[in-house]
């Protein structure tokens, strides 16, 4: 059973809620004059601000022990929400969040993530290193769950609870969740129970529309990149995270670790990220 088989018995036709960055927008813009929002997040020193942006399933507190260790190394640390709703809005709502950004920028994805990062740093002349963590890196039409179906070894599909939700055009749309019984062995097998169970009952839910949704940009194409394969992975297969990597031609590391290795080792996350930083910003 593949995640196209469980999108397509789920998914009811529906527009993307782009609503959502447009409002998520506003209220950033509205509520600070500009120059103060690019001081609220001012570089320190010559160090790159690192931009982390979680994927499906987790939120921004999944990157705590990459941000600890970052920050013990004197760089400039932001973990935005990313909404989770569509790609064109999560990624314009990402892009709207790396213009108070001064200076600089190394800009990490994690899973669904990738695609956001890819997608919104399209043109970004801040955005010197793109860093792909278990994630995905879409050429322009492809989408998040062409390339996880391109290769075999997800068992994703048959752990996701589907959740229905009302479109505020009109209609419905689905969330996806994993189940609880199987967040740990599915998702973060090698980080311990008792903090997978607070994972699963904190997780931040995918609309399915946004897996589904075709990237419109491929910022891999003019930023450098680096990417680490999780080499225990049962979301994104690290056959599909091989092809990606080698195809942005991107400084590849693997590591023996789950889909949450940025919760499991985020030693080996952050040693990436300082090396795309030292190669790009210096």
């Given at each position: 059973?593949?995640?196209?088989?469980?999108?397509?018995?789920?998914?009811?036709?529906?527009?993307v809620?782009?609503?959502?960055?447009?409002?998520?927008?506003?209220?950033?813009?509205?509520?600070?004059?500009?120059?103060?929002?690019?001081?609220?997040?001012?570089?320190?020193?010559?160090?790159?601000?690192?931009?982390?942006?979680?994927?499906?399933?987790?939120?921004?507190?999944?990157?705590?022990?990459?941000?600890?260790?970052?920050?013990?190394?004197?760089?400039p640390?932001?973990?935005?929400?990313?909404?989770?709703?569509?790609?064109?809005?999560?990624?314009?709502?990402?892009?709207?969040?790396?213009?108070?950004v001064?200076?600089?920028?190394?800009?990490?994805?994690?899973?669904?993530?990738?695609?956001?990062?890819?997608?919104?740093?399209?043109?970004?002349?801040?955005?010197k290193?793109?860093?792909?963590?278990?994630?995905?890196?879409p050429?322009?039409?492809?989408?998040?769950?062409?390339?996880?179906?391109?290769?075999?070894?997800s068992?994703?599909?048959?752990?996701?609870?589907?959740?229905?939700?009302?479109?505020?055009g009109?209609?419905?749309?689905?969330?996806?969740?994993i189940?609880?019984?199987?967040?740990?062995?599915?998702?973060?097998?090698?980080?311990?129970?008792?903090?997978?169970d607070?994972?699963?009952?904190?997780?931040?839910p995918?609309?399915?529309?946004?897996?589904?949704?075709?990237?419109?940009?491929?910022?891999?194409?003019?930023?450098?990149?680096?990417?680490?394969?999780?080499?225990?992975?049962?979301?994104?297969?690290?056959?599909?995270?091989?092809?990606?990597?080698?195809?942005?031609?991107?400084?590849?590391?693997?590591?023996?670790?789950?889909h949450?290795?940025?919760?499991?080792?985020?030693?080996?996350?952050?040693?990436?990220?300082?090396?795309?930083?030292?190669?790009?910003?210096?």
């Amino acid at each position: 059973m593949n995640l196209k088989t469980v999108f397509r018995s789920t998914l009811k036709s529906a527009a993307v809620l782009s609503a959502v960055a447009g409002v998520a927008a506003l209220t950033l813009t509205a509520t600070t004059p500009a120059n103060a929002a690019k001081a609220e997040h001012r570089a320190s020193g010559k160090k790159p601000t690192v931009v982390l942006v979680h994927g499906a399933f987790a939120d921004a507190s999944s990157w705590n022990g990459v941000i600890k260790r970052l920050q013990h190394d004197g760089y400039p640390v932001v973990a935005p929400a990313n909404p989770l709703r569509g790609l064109a809005s999560d990624a314009d709502y990402l892009r709207s969040f790396l213009k108070s950004v001064q200076g600089p920028i190394v800009l990490l994805g994690h899973s669904y993530g990738g695609s956001v990062i890819s997608q919104a740093a399209a043109g970004d002349p801040d955005v010197k290193a793109l860093v792909y963590i278990a994630a995905f890196a879409p050429e322009k039409g492809e989408s998040a769950l062409e390339l996880s179906d391109k290769f075999p070894g997800s068992t994703l599909g048959p752990t996701l609870n589907s959740v229905p939700f009302p479109l505020s055009g009109g209609g419905t749309g689905t969330d996806l969740y994993i189940k609880t019984d199987k967040f740990h062995d599915q998702f973060a097998a090698d980080v311990p129970k008792s903090v997978t169970d607070l994972m699963a009952a904190t997780q931040r839910p995918v609309a399915a529309s946004a897996l589904e949704e075709k990237a419109t940009e491929a910022a891999w194409k003019t930023i450098p990149s680096w990417d680490l394969i999780a080499t225990e992975d049962y979301n994104i297969p690290p056959a599909a995270q091989r092809f990606m990597a080698d195809r942005a031609h991107a400084h590849t590391v693997e590591v023996k670790a789950s889909h949450a290795v940025s919760v499991s080792q985020p030693a080996a996350v952050t040693r990436l990220i300082e090396q795309a930083a030292h190669a790009t910003t210096r």
